[in-house]
């Protein structure tokens, strides 16, 4: 595998991040999520300013994300983090990369 390379995420990775969540969501099991989301729902969640998105690509795709955003009922200086990885491409170091 090509090294990883980890920047912001920009609206415009949306539709690819999407892309990789959905395959995530349709194998079940690893995610809370139940359903597919569009590009455009996940474009609206990345508008929070509350929230850092990065994306891990390798060769130019994305083969991973993460988010982390503070969420009610947690401690003050907590947050929520989600970090996902291609289908396949686990144990590679990706979410370590994200991390």
Avoid: C, Y
């Amino acid at each position: 595998m090509s090294p990883v390379h980890i920047r912001k995420a920009r609206p415009f990775d949306a539709g690819a991040m999407a892309a990789l969540l959905n395959e995530i969501i349709d194998i079940g099991g690893t995610t809370a999520l139940q359903g597919p989301l569009s590009g455009d729902e996940l474009r609206d969640w990345m508008s929070d300013d509350r929230a850092t998105w990065h994306v891990a690509e390798t060769d130019g795709e994305i083969v991973g994300f993460q988010w982390i955003e503070p969420r009610s009922g947690l401690p003050r200086d907590a947050a929520s983090i989600a970090t996902f990885t291609k289908p396949g491409q686990q144990g590679l170091g990706i979410g370590s990369a994200l991390f």
